[in-house]
């Protein structure tokens, strides 16, 4: 079976899952307007809610960046270039990564390390799920999204600007409508994920 061809579960019952299936991420240059509404924005971030999380933490939240701030948003990743010690020529690509897609959100994770009842481990798992559900709901109201990261994302400044004591700046996620087809990086095959339990011998 091709499993990165959508056709292929015609017949097995899951028709509902086309939409997951043909999820793939749109580079920021190929999103274009119009972007989700305040209403479909406010439905991902609900199925961002739907995410397994032990003891609903919350350890999570999105950031939207106005279209009035993305300038200086470029300043600040401008900012960060030029600490880095990069050319002017990057500096100014640096700059407009800001302007990438027509919507652009922040994903913040807030870990909570002492916690007694949820490791770290489970809270960034939940974290994680809430990103894949929010994406996946863009897909399927129609836009496309790519979560970006970088070194930027480790600034201190440009994480102050974004984070709360003990939160950490996951990233961006630039958003919009994708001007081509989205398509596989390459043929998924869960065979290379999935194993059957063979307990390890225990050791003398």
């Given at each position: 079976?091709?499993?990165?061809?959508p056709?292929?579960?015609?017949?097995?019952?899951?028709?509902?899952?086309?939409?997951?299936?043909?999820?793939h991420?749109?580079?920021?240059?190929?999103?274009?307007?119009?972007?989700?509404?305040?209403?479909?924005?406010?439905?991902?971030?609900?199925?961002?809610?739907?995410?397994?999380?032990?003891?609903?933490?919350?350890?999570?939240?999105?950031?939207i960046?106005?279209?009035?701030?993305?300038?200086?948003?470029?300043?600040?990743?401008?900012?960060s270039?030029?600490r880095?010690?990069?050319a002017?020529?990057?500096?100014a690509?640096?700059?407009?990564?800001?302007?990438?897609g027509?919507?652009?959100?922040?994903?913040?994770a807030?870990?909570?390390?002492?916690?007694?009842?949820?490791?770290?481990?489970?809270?960034?798992?939940a974290?994680?799920?809430?990103?894949?559900?929010?994406?996946?709901?863009?897909?399927?109201?129609?836009?496309?999204?790519?979560?970006?990261?970088?070194?930027?994302a480790?600034?201190?400044?440009?994480?102050?600007?974004?984070?709360e004591p003990?939160?950490?700046?996951?990233?961006?996620?630039?958003?919009?409508?994708?001007?081509?087809?989205?398509?596989p990086?390459?043929?998924?095959?869960?065979?290379?994920?999935v194993?059957?339990?063979?307990?390890?011998?225990?050791?003398?």
């Open positions: 079976m091709n499993y990165s061809d056709q292929a579960c015609d017949g097995l019952n899951v028709a509902g899952m086309k939409p997951l299936l043909t999820r991420s749109v580079g920021p240059k190929y999103l274009c307007p119009p972007a989700p509404t305040d209403e479909q924005l406010w439905l991902a971030c609900l199925a961002a809610l739907r995410a397994p999380d032990h003891k609903k933490l919350l350890p999570f939240r999105f950031v960046i106005p279209d009035d701030k993305r300038a200086l948003l470029g300043n600040l990743f401008a900012d270039a030029r880095d010690g990069k002017d020529e990057e500096i690509v640096e700059r407009e990564r800001a302007m990438l027509p919507l652009l959100v922040a994903f913040v807030r870990i909570e390390t002492e916690n007694p009842r949820v490791p770290p481990h489970e809270q960034w798992l974290a994680g799920g809430a990103l894949s559900n929010f994406m996946t709901a863009l897909h399927m109201m129609g836009y496309g999204a790519k979560m970006l990261s970088g070194r930027k480790a600034d201190p400044v440009i994480c102050e600007s974004f984070c003990g939160e950490t700046l996951v990233g961006w996620i630039a958003v919009g409508t994708a001007s081509q087809e989205p398509h990086r390459h043929n998924d095959n869960p065979d290379a994920i194993r059957y339990w063979q307990p390890r011998a225990a050791s003398a």
